[in-house]
């Protein structure tokens, strides 16, 4: 069992990454890990322990190669994530983060071939859920043409990567 503390990465605004967030990120980059709860720390009852993440069972049949390279691949994404905190009008303050598209299209390609690796016994359907693809899969999708006033705004808030450059 391995348990990631996620609460030492922070943003620039000093936000610290939580465990769920750490998960959601992991979950599209193609590793499922759930979130821990760690008696000795005392976190608010709003947001139990969400500061440690645990990957999933399956992750125990690999190797000890593979189980570093599992790890390296968990610290590459977790380390570039940006946590940061946004005002909005119904929640008042609330925590995201951000996470570089080519970090996590690396991070997906390596998870892909990890899987590969280790055998897959089962026939799967490609699924038309936008998460589940890879950068190197034909594009099926088209150009989105935005416009409006609040558009850099929402783009800024709804982008994983930096769009003021």
Known sequence: MLNVDCTTIKGEDGSPLTGDQAARILDIAGIVVNRNTIPAIRTPPIHPAFAWVRPGSPSAVFTEKTSRELADIMAD????????????????????????????NDARLR????????????KFKKSGYPHFYFIDDK??????????????QVLDYAASSDLSV
């Open 77 to 104: 994404v977790l380390l570039a994530c940006a946590p940061h905190s946004v005002d909005t009008p119904h929640k008042g303050r609330v925590k995201r983060a951000k996470l570089d598209f080519n970090v996590l």
């Open 111 to 122: 998870v892909r071939k990890l899987a590969a690796e280790a055998g897959i016994d089962f």
């Open 139 to 152: 594009s099926t999708s088209g150009v989105f043409e935005l416009s409006g006033h609040r558009v850099r």
